[in-house]
C-alpha cells in the first residue's frame, strides 16, 4: 500500500482519476501517497504527476507534500510546477500551522534547496519559487509576529450604557380618613 510501484500500476490498472479518488475517500491510503510524495522520491513524485486532486483536501494535501518534496528533489517537483500544481500554492509555504522558526527553517532549506537548480530550462521557475517563498515567509512572519498582533487587535466595542429606570418618588400614603362628619 505505501509503495510508490504498487500505486503507478494500480493508477496503470485501475487508472488515475480512480486512484485520486481514493486518495480522498481512504484516509490511510491518501496520507501513505501524501507521505512519500513528500519525500521527493523520483517514482512517487511520478505518482504526483500521473495523479490529478479530485478534491480541494486533496489539491491543499499535495500541495503541502510538493512544497516538502522542494526541499529533497527541488529540479523534480519544479518540473512538476505547472497549470495541475501551481508555484505561487506549492512555493507559497501551505502548511497549515506554522511558528516562526519553522517558517524560517523551511524558508532557509527551501532556497537552499533551489539554490542547486542550475538546469536553464528550470531557471524561470526556480526563480519564481524563490520569489514566492520569500513573499510567503514575509506574509507568515506578519502574521506570527507579536507586534503585528498588537497593531491588528481588534478592538473591543465601546461599553454598553445602562440605562437606569428611573424611580418615582413615592407618594406618601395618607390613612383614610375613618371619622364620619355626617
Not at 500500476?9 to 501517497?33: T, Y
Not at 507521505?35 to 504526483?48: K, N
Not at 511558528?99 to 524561470?124: E, K, M
Amino acid at each position: 500500500m505505501g509503495r510508490a510501484e504498487l500505486v503507478l500500476s494500480e493508477i496503470k490498472l485501475r487508472g488515475a482519476p480512480g486512484i485520486s479518488r481514493r486518495i480522498d475517500s481512504d484516509e490511510n491510503f491518501g496520507r501513505s501517497v501524501m507521505s512519500g510524495i513528500a519525500t521527493g522520491d523520483s517514482a512517487w513524485l511520478e505518482v504526483a504527476d500521473q495523479i490529478s486532486p479530485s478534491s480541494a483536501a486533496a489539491e491543499a494535501s499535495l500541495s503541502i507534500a510538493l512544497s516538502s518534496a522542494l526541499i529533497h528533489s527541488p529540479q523534480r517537483t519544479l518540473r512538476l510546477l505547472g497549470n495541475k500544481y501551481p508555484l505561487e500554492e506549492v512555493c507559497g509555504m501551505p502548511f497549515l500551522r506554522a511558528d516562526s522558526l519553522q517558517v524560517l527553517g523551511y524558508f532557509d532549506s527551501a532556497t537552499t534547496a533551489l539554490r542547486g537548480v542550475g538546469l536553464d530550462s528550470l531557471r524561470t521557475a526556480r526563480d519564481a519559487c524563490s520569489t514566492a517563498l520569500a513573499d510567503a515567509r514575509d506574509r507568515r512572519l506578519e502574521r506570527i509576529n507579536p507586534d503585528y498582533l498588537i497593531k491588528n487587535k481588534p478592538v473591543a466595542p465601546p461599553p454598553r450604557r445602562v440605562r437606569r429606570k428611573v424611580v418615582k418618588p413615592k407618594q406618601a400614603v395618607t390613612a383614610q380618613d375613618t371619622s364620619s362628619s355626617r
